[in-house]
């Protein structure tokens, strides 16, 4: 699940001798300290296959075992998703190399096929499952799908996962810090230089 460490999402600002918060600044900063994973999500249309990094992968209930993922609208995954209503989940480990990351997460599967010279499988729904620098996987069936803005979050149940090793799973703090990774900016967690963040390229 999500982990807040100290996070003021509306109000930032100077503290009083009385330990309360003053002022409105908005710093998008603050969203940089919730807790993510990296993941490598996978989906289908007829013939073609595809896969995307997030950071965005979430449990929501235990029973049935449900997780949700959140994709941008523009992504090709989100097109595969949308027609297929199934998706698979790859957990990367801290070992995942930045150029693999860089395969999937700054790439578009409509200019470039993804796969090629990748190791897959394809699972019970019939979407890729990521093998390689994966911890754990899953797959899940839509069962909803919530419009929010330039992303769609779909609520999925999951209808299969095994975990491949015991390898310590990639945060994306970790990713940031540790391997000096980047934000593409069709990430739900990208923020731009001008609210707060560092803008990157991608």
């Not at 095994?162 to 810090?177: F, I, K, P, R």
Request: charged share 20%; proline share 3%; hydrophobic share 35%.
């Amino acid at each position: 699940m999500t982990v807040v460490c100290g996070l003021f999402l509306e109000r930032h600002g100077d503290r009083t001798s009385e330990g309360h918060v003053t002022g409105g600044k908005m710093n998008l900063k603050a969203l940089q300290k919730l807790g993510y994973g990296m993941y490598i999500v996978g989906s289908y249309q007829g013939d073609r296959l595809n896969g995307q990094v997030a950071n965005t992968v979430f449990q929501i209930t235990s029973e049935p075992p449900t997780v949700a993922v959140s994709i941008n609208k523009k992504n090709l995954t989100h097109e595969f998703i949308k027609a297929t209503r199934v998706f698979s989940a790859s957990i990367l480990h801290e070992a995942t190399p930045l150029t693999y990351i860089g395969r999937f997460g700054f790439w578009s599967g409509r200019d470039f096929d993804k796969l090629k010279d990748t190791n897959y499988q394809r699972g019970v729904t019939g979407a890729p499952i990521f093998i390689d620098h994966a911890a754990a996987y899953l797959e899940a069936e839509v069962t909803q799908d919530v419009d929010v803005g330039t992303h769609t979050i779909f609520i999925g149940k999951i209808v299969a996962s095994e975990v491949l090793s015991e390898d310590v799973c990639m945060t994306y703090d970790y990713y940031h810090q540790v391997k000096r990774g980047k934000t593409p900016e069709n990430a739900p967690s990208y923020i731009a230089e001008n609210k707060g963040g560092t803008k990157q390229d991608g």
